[in-house]
């Protein structure tokens, strides 16, 4: 049994990855301070004698004996990242200080939540791991941007300086049961507008593409990157390289509930990528990974939790 600390663990991703980890005999801390996390998500894990949950902003140091850590705490929606850009960049930058104080400390491995937001509005199309992004660095989205760009920086310097066992995931837009419901991202959005019948949001003329993966498939690829030998750290791509523009997501969801919705469009944000596809071939050979869910699939059961969610909860 090993004992692991998730941070930003009543979030989206990390409450599936808490989850997961004590289904595989684990004990687990949830590490957050609920700024887009939920107890909601984790509130069915508190049962267990071996999930313990603390309330606290990795801005700050915290001890505690563990042999992994996973640091995905960090707001992920546009909306919640740009709220407090300042905050943003703490979070990152000071988060990764203390997760890799921490993992220095007690000599354990450190996996770090980045982002294919390191690319920017990629001009190379798919996305490999050698490119090094296009990224605006006094943009509305660079609080974000280039606090997860610091960050890779900060774990390989922890990890060529100071010997940390480092891993370093970029993930490409994930979607699944436990998002929020007003966070905002695009699939949220339009299973919940679809839902309640009201108008789909599209950005711009929705031309612009994403690459969508379920979220159980980046947990395996997770548990098999930190899984690795010492001598593999990445940084590795993890999504799914189906590509869609946005305007074929919202008619999908639109067609799969059957909803009266109609479609509206609304400005562009500003720096928003146009395009976005993952290349995993390095996933591919190096962990033998590859997204197994089709998007189909996936929004089935994201659209099921969302009207579970909705008919439970008037006030959402
Ligand atoms: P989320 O917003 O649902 O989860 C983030 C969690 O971190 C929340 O529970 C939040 O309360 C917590 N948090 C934020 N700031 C904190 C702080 N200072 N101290 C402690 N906890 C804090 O988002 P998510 O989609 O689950 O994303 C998780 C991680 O994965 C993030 O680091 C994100 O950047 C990364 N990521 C996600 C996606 C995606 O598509 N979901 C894509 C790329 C990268
Ligand atoms: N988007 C949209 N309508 C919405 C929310 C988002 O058209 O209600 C667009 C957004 O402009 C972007 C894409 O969908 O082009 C993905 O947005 P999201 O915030 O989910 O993720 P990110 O831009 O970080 O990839």
């Known amino acids: 049994m090993k004992r692991i600390l998730v941070t930003g ?22 590490l957050d301070n609920y700024f887009t996390g939920q107890k909601r998500n984790i509130v069915a894990l508190m049962d267990n004698p071996y999930f313990e949950v603390v309330r606290h902003d990795v801005t700050t140091p915290f001890f505690v004996e563990v042999d992994e850590i ?13 709220y407090n850009p300042i905050k943003t960049v703490k979070t990152s930058v000071m988060g990764a200080i203390n997760m890799l104080g921490l993992a220095k400390r007690v000599q354990g491995k450190i996996l770090q939540a980045s982002t294919s937001e390191v690319y920017g509005d990629p001009q190379v199309h798919p ?37 940390v066992k480092i891993k370093i995931i970029r993930i490409f837009n994930t979607y699944g049961p436990n998002m929020h419901p007003h966070d ?15 108008n789909i949001t599209v ?68 720096d928003d990528p146009m395009q976005r596809k993952p290349d995993i071939s390095l996933a591919k050979q190096k ?30």
């Open 9 to 30: 663990g009543a979030g989206f991703i990390g409450s599936h990855l808490c989850k997961r980890l004590l289904d595989e005999g684990n004990e687990v801390i949830s």
């Open 70 to 82: 996973y640091n995905l705490a960090c707001p992920a929606s546009p909306i919640h990242y740009q």
């Open 127 to 163: 996305q490999p791991e050698s490119y090094w992004g296009h990224v605006n660095p006094i943009g509305e989205r660079s609080c974000y941007d280039e606090g997860k760009r610091v960050s890779e920086t900060l774990f390989m310097n922890y990890h060529t300086q100071n010997n």
């Open 184 to 198: 905002g991202r695009v699939v949220s959005n339009f299973i919940v507008q679809a839902l309640k019948g009201e």
């Open 203 to 270: 950005y711009g003329d929705g031309q612009q593409t994403r690459s969508f993966q379920y979220v159980d498939d980046l947990i395996n690829g997770m548990l098999k990157m930190m899984d690795t030998e010492n001598d593999f750290i990445g940084p590795v791509n993890m999504g799914n390289p189906g590509e869609f523009t946005i305007l074929e997501l919202a008619q999908k969801v639109i067609d799969m509930i059957g909803s009266k919705s109609k479609i509206i469009f609304k400005p562009l944000p500003s």
């Open 287 to 316: 962990l033998n990974w590859e997204p197994v869910i089709h998007l189909e699939e996936g929004l089935k059961k994201t659209i099921t939790y969302f009207d579970n969610l909705l008919k439970s909860d008037h006030s959402l």
